[in-house]
């Protein structure tokens, strides 16, 4: 064992044993008390002070008929803290949990007054991102046209190295129309990600305006 945990077992069962000291000190009942372990070599150890190998060991304090009137047990003692410490953490996240879902349900009521205000958000939010695929998708149209252009041009030059010009824009052009399609792609996504949290929104709200029975 460390020193460093020797110290600590020693502070901890001295805290622990500090009743028993006043009282040898005034002569009472603890005057006479003896430390028992069993050490890591399974043998049982006493003293009048506590023998070094019971060190981080559970111990037992005997009166002087022999009967155990307390038990230490370090490692027991850090569990018990340690499982303290973990419930008051746990305590805390669900406090916390719950005063976010309390600012949640409060900033839902304060957004709507009825199941039709979800709706109507609803279909506003749903077309402003129909609108802006229809956008994507006549630029994708004209990039496929201004495309097809460059391909019929290209097709003059079969034999040969194209013009740099006509290769940079052609190059260009590919990459615009894949930008775009991806572009379109995550806005087709958007559309489903709308309707589940109007969805979520619409269930919320049933669920904190029903009629308390």
Do not use: H, W
Request: glycine share 6%.
């Amino acid at each position: 064992m460390k020193q460093s945990q020797i110290f600590a077992a020693l502070t901890a069962a001295a805290l622990l044993m500090a009743p028993f000291v006043a009282l040898a000190q005034k002569g009472g009942p603890a005057s006479n008390v003896t430390y028992r372990c069993t050490g890591t070599d399974g043998k049982k150890y006493y003293g009048s002070t506590i023998p070094p190998q019971c060190y981080g060991q559970p111990l037992e304090l005997l009166n002087n008929r022999g009967l155990v009137v307390k038990r230490i047990d370090p490692e027991g003692d850090e569990k018990a803290k340690a499982e303290k410490e973990a419930a008051l953490a746990k305590q805390k996240e669900e406090s916390a949990a719950k005063r976010e879902e309390t600012r949640r349900n409060r900033a839902l009521l304060a957004t709507y007054t009825s199941e039709r205000d979800i709706d109507e958000q609803r279909a506003r939010a749903l077309k402003d991102n129909q609108r802006s695929m229809s956008e994507i998708e006549g630029k994708i149209d004209g990039l496929k046209k201004k495309r097809a252009g460059y391909d019929k041009e290209a097709e003059f030059y079969k034999d040969k190295d194209l013009p740099p010009k006509l290769s940079e824009d052609m190059k260009n052009s590919e990459i615009d129309l894949r930008a775009q399609e991806d572009l379109l792609a995550v806005k087709r996504k958007e559309t489903v990600g709308i309707n589940a949290r109007y969805d979520e929104d619409k269930r919320r709200f049933k669920e904190l305006t029903r009629p308390v029975k």
